[in-house]
């Protein structure tokens, strides 16, 4: 099966972010060890430069990371029509134990580096380095987890048995089934309907008083985490409803495809967006009391803030307007 | 804004400084454009194969039915369709009749179906583009058949199909059953195949069961194996192209490390020079990207241009005997242009990645230079 283009394209890209990751982390090792602001030694300014080249690839893994979590999912739902009993992503992830958990990998490690740059751009703008060996700690315990996706990744493929007969969407993501999705199926929906709208409602609540005035950060924090959950866990149990059209499809795979206009995928940039900026904005308000950080640590938080609200309420949007002019009318 | 603004002038800077050397990085753009249409094109030529078989197959029948004989394709009774129309869920049983025939005059092969709603008049024969190319006697417009009893059977080309259906019919002839019968010396009470009809397509893989259990030396072919087998083998052919590329993309991107290393003494003074003006080591790593940027997109959407003609408008001559397959008649198409956004970033990661990973570390390199040692030298 490697030798199917995206295939191909997924491992070079994942190979080469893991080798840039690896790269990283042995210098963010060194710098753990030996980093040392008030010495003038050699050592201490060659590290000094390589913190412009380790950010500089954390970027770029980064972006790579969140094209790699979308083409591999686009990928999975392409090769549907090669497994028997495949009619999406969800059937074909299942044909064997590697697919659900690389696409699992690939969602954490995206937040992750998503959070991981935020404090990246926080650190910078400290003169001092205020939260250097925080930072590199940190890339320490995403490498492993980047190297363990990129090698699920291989074997996912490489095992992969087109004369398999896997499940269908339709039988995955039935209360029926067995798992997390069938639990969230099988939740009774009007509790969910309320906790979604509620919770969104009081998160983009918080969240434009926290833009506006400065105030209630740590609860928007815990509201947008909690959103994102909760929405993901809402799109499973009754959004995706309306956008088949169907009363008894749940899938979270099928909206990203083109007989429903793409609207998957403008709703999972969303909800990424959303998490990676609430949580992030919360990751750093513990150091608002260093000193190099008091004053740009708020300003920070509130152009995070902007941009999580944003994504939520785009959410949100195309939630309403997708049940708004779905032809299913569940009551 | 002032951000816009301030990578406005990063990026307009970068413009002149590339504009002025123009010979190094117009051969990189060159080289790089190369790659991605060498690649680019494997990719849109299987990609539009692939679509071109799907739509051909969305009106082919859901199940064909063969007889095998020791393995082999045989010919199937017609009173099995009494049999498979019994099977609860099966809507309709048809037989079908067709074959091919050698022509020796010009060594090509013909596709012979006999379509009673189509065409049923003895005599005549309706041909596709291709045959109507191949066969010599343009003038009488009557192509000349060896019977198998070895006697002569003259057919006139009453009507050739149209160009748009070309790929699927090139080779095609309808023909009449009494004419297709005297040709073959073709048994009464059999047929080639039987095609079927099914109300529900989600009982397909059942009543294919059904089948196999009460005629047990018949099998059947579902469209979406054919479909399936289309799709596997043109996505093979096509990653093979590509791991044949790679050598050619792993040369191209050591070219790419070495010019980006290689910097020459005037880039280091410029660099040198630009942070001794008060530029941070961040804007002069800004100013890199932006050039890698615009090498990348430039070359990147060249490339796309060029395989875009190159499959669409030449039907791509490059790969065309490798990727294709040949016979004597070989339909003359026009591929339907198809691009969607799954190829555009697969064609990225497998072209921009590797150029921009080989480019961030003698990236780092020029923007961490000293200025003083630069200025210096």
């Keep these: ?331 | 804004m002032r951000v816009i603004e301030k990578h406005r002038n990063i990026l307009d800077f970068t413009l002149s400084s590339l504009a002025r050397r123009k010979g190094k990085n117009l051969s990189l753009v060159f080289v790089y454009t190369f790659v991605v249409f060498l690649i680019a094109s494997v990719t849109f030529f299987t990609h539009s194969l692939k679509t071109e078989a799907e739509v051909i197959l969305r009106d082919a029948p859901e199940m064909m039915v063969q007889r095998l004989v020791a393995g082999r394709h045989d010919l199937i009774p017609m009173s099995y369709m009494d049999t498979i129309r019994q099977i609860r869920g099966v809507q309709s049983v048809t037989s079908r009749l067709w074959g091919y025939y050698f022509d020796p005059t010009n060594g090509a092969n013909y596709t012979l179906l006999v379509k009673p709603e189509e065409h049923s008049t003895s005599g005549t024969i309706l041909v596709g583009r291709g045959v109507a190319r191949s066969v010599r006697s343009k003038q009488t417009g009557t192509i000349p058949f060896k019977t198998y009893d070895g006697s002569y059977l003259f057919l006139r080309i009453k009507e050739v199909f149209t160009a748009e259906s070309e790929l699927a019919n090139a080779d095609l002839i309808l023909i009449s059953e009494a004419d297709f019968k005297r040709l073959f010396a073709y048994p009464d009470g059999y047929a080639t195949d039987l095609v079927l009809h099914v109300r529900n397509a989600n009982e397909l893989p059942t009543i294919a069961t059904k089948i196999t259990h009460l005629l047990p030396d018949t099998r059947p072919i579902l469209r979406e194996e054919i479909v399936r087998t289309y799709d596997a083998v043109f996505s093979w052919r096509g990653g093979l192209v590509i791991v044949v590329l790679l050598g050619v993309v792993l040369a191209f991107f050591i070219l790419a490390w070495e010019k980006a290393t290689g910097l020459s003494a005037e880039e280091r003074r410029e660099i040198g020079i630009l942070k001794g003006l008060g530029w941070e080591t961040t804007d002069v790593l800004f100013m890199k990207f932006w050039e890698g940027a615009v090498i990348s997109l430039s070359a990147f959407f060249l490339g796309i241009l060029c395989a875009y003609g190159h499959v669409f408008f030449t039907s791509s001559m490059l790969f065309e005997p490798a990727l294709k397959g040949w016979s004597v008649i070989y339909p003359d198409f026009r591929l339907t242009p198809v691009i969607s956004a799954y190829q555009i970033s697969t064609l990225f990661f497998l072209t921009v990645l590797p150029y921009t990973v080989a480019t961030i570390v003698p990236a780092w390199r020029a923007a961490t230079v000293d200025p003083d040692t630069v200025m210096r030298a």
Excluded at chain 1, 182 to 191: F, M, N, Q, Y
Excluded at chain 1, 230 to 238: D, E, G, K, T, Y
């Design chain 1, 1 to 331: 099966m490697l030798l199917h283009p995206a295939i191909i394209s997924l491992v070079t890209g994942s190979l080469l972010v893991s080798g840039m990751l690896l790269y990283a982390s042995y210098y963010g090792l060194k710098i753990i060890r030996k980093w040392n602001l008030l010495s003038g030694s050699e050592v201490q300014l060659g590290l000094e430069r390589r913190t412009y080249l380790i950010s500089t690839l954390m970027i770029n893994a980064m972006a790579f990371q969140l094209l790699s979590l979308f083409l591999f999912i686009y990928t999975a739902d392409r090769m549907a029509p090669l497994f028997v009993g495949a009619m999406c992503a969800a059937g074909t992830l299942k044909v064997n134990i590697w697919g659900y958990p690389t696409l699992l990998l690939k969602i954490i490690n995206w937040l992750l580096a998503g959070i991981w740059l935020i404090l990246n751009y926080t650190d910078n703008r400290g003169y001092d380095y205020p939260l250097i060996r925080k930072k590199y700690a940190a890339l320490l315990f995403m490498a492993p987890l980047m190297l363990v996706e990129t090698a699920a990744q291989a074997a996912y493929f490489l095992q992969m048995q087109p004369a398999v007969i896997t499940s269908c969407c339709g039988t995955l993501f039935t209360s029926d089934a067995e798992g997390v999705t069938a639990g969230i199926v099988g939740l009774p929906k009007t509790p969910v309907e309320i906790a979604f709208y509620g919770g969104m409602f009081l998160t983009l609540a918080v969240g434009v008083i926290y833009c506006i005035k400065g105030k209630l950060g740590y609860p928007y924090a815990l509201l947008s985490l909690f959103a994102s959950v909760i929405s993901a866990v809402a799109l499973i149990s009754f959004i995706s409803l309306y956008f088949y059209e169907l009363p008894t499809h749940h899938c979270p795979f099928c909206i990203l495809q083109k007989e429903y206009g793409f609207v998957g995928y403008p709703l999972y940039f969303a909800l990424l967006g959303g998490a990676v900026t609430g949580v992030g904005g919360a990751m750093i308000m513990p150091f608002r009391g260093r000193k190099s950080l008091a004053e740009v640590i708020p300003r920070i938080q509130r152009g995070l803030a902007v941009i999580s609200v944003s994504c939520f309420a785009l959410f949100s949007m195309i939630v309403v307007a997708g049940i708004a002019l779905s032809n299913l009318r569940l009551r």
